[in-house]
């Protein structure tokens, strides 16, 4: 009995480290801070809305050993990371190389799994291997060209061209002119057009239907499948203008009925977490899965190894569960031992986002009136603090997620909260969930 209680205490005094800065990283550090294990939060680099929940720690999470000295220092138990690039890089393998830190749980996959999103070549393969559904495809570097060509002119419009490396969400192309698709890709390859990213392009055929996100979070073996999601990328009202990282979203989406959820289990979620296995890759983190709806059949049009954002910020504030817990589960491979529920109200979120983004934006403009904000959660993601100042420092500002019964309901709420938020040139779309309603 003594030795049980020992444990009990020990557990509540876990001390954990998030690694980012956006609004997904706010979502993380709000959602664990809510749970009785946890003892102290740090956040790296953080924002200022994570610096009023937690310790931020201003350091780069690629530089794995600022990493490692904040952990050492701070008696960090485990580690979140947020967003994709210190996974690519391989934090994970980092901890695991390192005598002093391979006992700490790190969330998020190593290198080889973080691939699946680092290479669109490597996940494409990835899905035809294990017969996961995607849209047709085929690769190709600059020696191979001209086949690049030939097989351009087996497609019918739209062309889609991916770079295969990581170019921070733009190294995708959509073309409805095949000459225009021929002289891009000699563009990508040729002239490195995104860099080291595009030495190898991706050319797949067009995936008709409507998109969606489903989120799974696994330990390897067993897996949770957290809320579907769908986010809007452009800049404009009704879809228009150039892409961002993301003006909002909405969760559940209406028409992943269970039925459509079923299936995606089924043909989706089931072989790729078997696929992983059966390659040898211990997955532990989560996996994004971009999904097209095309007329009730699904088709992977991407995984990311890691949450999105700004669907993080409706996908956590609707599981009611511990996240703490959940993720003690990926970190001991017990995650099926594990209680999981979902709040079936809807939840929405609309960023607000820098004047001129996601072209050339300011910085450090002053914002004010979150204080008053009642009816709504506001995540931040690109603010900072400066003499005591909440001001911005990204593009992509703050989220505010309200909860309805309805998608209108908790609209109205997120679009009347923002009405007491005020910065210089503060822009954001009105028509979020336009397409759903």
């Known amino acids: 009995f003594k030795i049980y209680l020992h444990q009990q205490h020990n557990n509540t005094q876990m001390n954990i480290l998030i690694l980012g800065s956006g609004g997904r990283e706010h979502a993380f550090a709000l959602k664990l801070s809510q749970s009785n294990k946890i003892n102290q939060l740090f956040v790296a680099p953080g924002n200022a809305g994570t610096h009023q929940i937690a310790k931020n720690i201003a350091i780069d999470p690629t530089d794995f050993i600022a990493v490692k000295e904040t ?3 701070n008696d960090i138990q485990m580690v979140v990371v947020g967003p994709e690039a210190p996974l690519v890089a391989g934090v994970h393998d980092f901890f695991l190389a390192d005598n ?21 070549d490597f996940s494409k393969q990835f899905m035809q291997k294990h017969g996961v559904p995607t849209a047709r495809y085929q690769s190709f570097t600059k020696e191979t060209l001209e086949e690049g060509f030939a097989f351009l002119e087996t497609l019918a419009p739209p062309f889609v061209l991916k770079a295969d490396g990581l170019a921070a969400g733009k ?18 390859v040729s002239n490195k057009k995104f860099g080291e990213a595009s030495t190898t392009v991706v050319i797949e055929e067009f ?17 949770k499948i957290l809320p579907s999601a769908k986010d809007y990328k452009r800049i404009g009202e ?15 989406v209406p028409f992943a009925d269970d039925a459509f959820l079923d299936k995606v289990e089924e043909l989706v979620v089931k072989p790729t977490i078997s696929g992983l296995q059966k390659d040898g890759i211990d ?29 993080t910020e409706v996908v956590l504030p609707r599981i009611a569960s511990d996240l703490f817990d959940l993720f003690e589960g990926v970190a001991h491979q017990n995650l099926d031992q594990k209680s999981f529920q979902v709040t079936p109200k809807t939840a929405t979120t609309v960023m607000l986002v820098a004047g001129g983004y996601p ?3 300011e910085k450090h403009k002053e914002i004010t009136g979150i204080e008053n904000v009642t009816e709504s959660t506001v995540f931040h993601a690109g603010t900072t603090t400066k003499e005591n100042k909440v001001v911005s420092n990204g593009g992509r500002v703050m989220a505010v997620t309200s909860f309805g019964d309805t998608i209108e309901e908790a609209l109205k709420k997120s679009y009347k909260s923002i009405d007491l938020i005020h910065f210089d040139k503060m ?6 969930g336009f397409d759903l309603t």
């Open 100 to 120: 002093e830190l391979k006992n700490i749980p790190v969330i998020g996959p190593k290198k080889d799994g973080a691939l699946l999103e680092g290479s669109k």
């Open 207 to 223: 995936l008709k239907g409507i998109e969606l996100s489903v989120f799974v979070l696994t330990d390897g073996k067993n897996y």
């Open 359 to 361: 072209e050339a934006y």
């Open 238 to 252: 009704g879809d228009t203008g150039l892409n961002t990282g993301g003006m909002g979203a909405i969760s559940p």
């Open 171 to 188: 190294g995708v192309l959509i073309l409805n002119s095949l000459q225009e698709a021929k002289i891009e890709l000699e563009e990508m």
């Open 283 to 311: 997955y532990r983190g989560f996996i994004f899965i971009g999904l097209m709806n095309d007329n009730g059949n699904p088709s992977v049009v991407e995984y990311n190894v890691r949450m999105g954002d700004p669907e």
């Open 427 to 432: 822009n954001y779309r009105k028509d979020i």
């Open 71 to 73: 952990v050492l220092a």
